[in-house]
């Protein structure tokens, strides 16, 4: 786990860079959106990527976190006029190998974790894994072929660490794990910059993307239904044990008859 540890603190440090502050800026609405469409009563939330704050705002009686480290800081407990009194908890863990049960989780939240992760594809297995039946996913990556995918290769600091998977390669990973998807989002068509005039300056291409530049943003978001394939009975079928000869057409039997006047 030594080298998913080290992304992780990495992806902490960009999280509370001005990039990172900026990015979780843009993601509020879209991920709130999401958020809103889970179902309880337990939740769980992998990776570090993510404003827990939008999570405590929601109402769910258990909400369980998956961290790379130990040494992050538990969630903030809840305020006294929620309805339910939230649990939560912290759990260092791989998220390609979870320690939980199958189907226990209602809902299962994975924000920019296939990133940096060598074992992408075991992720997402293990989120379908401990995911029940019909229950909620929501996903989000960074898009390789954007300004921010660009701005990977020429200015790290202002990205994440690890590897970017377009948007269709994971759509099509969810549809071979079984997953229908319910909907998606396409965001952050500008580069992300540090001070505040330069993002004024290139914030027009946040409002223009999805018409100038269709499937560049520089992040997407997934909302998946895990369904489980049924057998369907057709009713009980009988066999007979009887083997059944083919008949032979004889000679005799072939002949067409000859009718005798008397």
Not at 78 to 92: E, F, L, W, Y
Not at 177 to 189: D, H, K, M, N, V
Not at 199 to 210: I, S
Request: charged share 20%.
């Amino acid at each position: 786990m030594s080298g998913i540890y080290k992304s992780a603190q990495a992806n902490a440090n960009w999280l509370a860079s001005p990039y990172g502050q900026s990015f979780i800026e843009s993601e509020r609405s879209h991920m709130d959106r999401a958020l809103k469409l889970l179902t309880g009563p337990q939740v769980l939330l992998l990776g570090e990527v993510l404003d827990t704050a939008n999570l405590e705002q929601l109402d769910f009686p258990h909400l369980v976190q998956v961290n790379t480290s130990l040494s992050r800081v538990p969630l903030s407990a809840p305020s006294s006029n929620n309805k339910a009194q939230r649990i939560g908890t912290q759990v260092s863990a791989d998220p390609a190998f979870l320690p939980f049960d199958a189907g226990v989780f209602s809902s299962v939240v994975v924000p920019h974790v296939l990133e940096g992760h060598e074992l992408p594809h075991q992720v997402l297995r293990e989120a379908h894994r401990v995911l029940r039946s019909d229950g909620h996913l929501v996903l989000s990556g960074f898009n390789p072929y954007s300004l921010i995918g660009l701005q990977k290769l020429l200015r790290k600091k202002a990205t994440v660490n690890g590897q970017f998977y377009s948007f269709t390669r994971v759509r099509d990973w969810l549809r071979l794990l079984g997953f229908e998807l319910t909907g998606s989002a396409i965001y952050q068509y500008a580069p992300l910059c540090k001070s505040n005039r330069m993002r004024d300056a290139t914030n027009f291409l946040n409002t223009v993307g999805d018409r100038w530049l269709p499937m560049t943003g520089g992040s997407y978001m997934i909302t998946a239904r895990k369904r489980d394939l049924g057998l369907t009975l057709i009713g009980p079928t009988r066999f007979s044990r009887k083997k059944r000869r083919p008949k032979l057409a004889s000679a005799a039997t072939s002949q067409a008859k000859v009718v005798r006047k008397p």
